[in-house]
Nanobody, 116 residues
Framework: QVQLVESGGGLVQAGGSLRVSCAAS????????MGWYRQAPGKQRELVAT???????NYADSVKGRFTISRDNAKNTVYLQMNSLKPEDTAVYYC??????????WGQGTQVTVSS
């Protein structure tokens, strides 16, 4: 049973920084594609960033140059460093694991609120 536990969310002023983390259970973390998604009130869940097992990354245009996704396979953890935060980044941030068979697993989410 895969478990993904996000942490690090909170309240930050516009222009500030925050790092969210996602710790995964299981022994095959290194072969998984990991991603961060977010969902703002009244909006659909959207892709923020992904990182493959080989370390290739992909970002939504809205966060390019401000957010950085990274992973530590020794700790079974994926991170999202968020800089220059804007009020429109306010959302619940979800961690997603995708297996090589394309099965998705989701975390419970962590709230990020950016005040203006």
């Amino acid at each position: 049973q895969v478990q993904l536990v996000e942490s690090g969310g909170g309240l930050v002023q516009a222009g500030g920084s925050l790092r969210v983390s996602c710790a995964a259970s299981g022994s095959r973390f290194s072969i998984m594609t990991m991603g961060w998604y977010r969902q703002a009130p009244g909006k659909q869940r959207e892709l923020v960033a992904t990182i493959t097992s080989g370390g290739s990354t992909n970002y939504a245009d809205s966060v390019k140059g401000r957010f950085t996704i990274s992973r530590d396979n020794a700790k079974n953890t994926v991170y999202l460093q968020m800089n220059s935060l804007k009020p429109e980044d306010t959302a619940v941030y979800y961690c997603r694991m995708t297996t090589p068979q394309l099965l998705p697993f989701w975390g419970q989410g962590t709230q990020v609120t950016v005040s203006s």
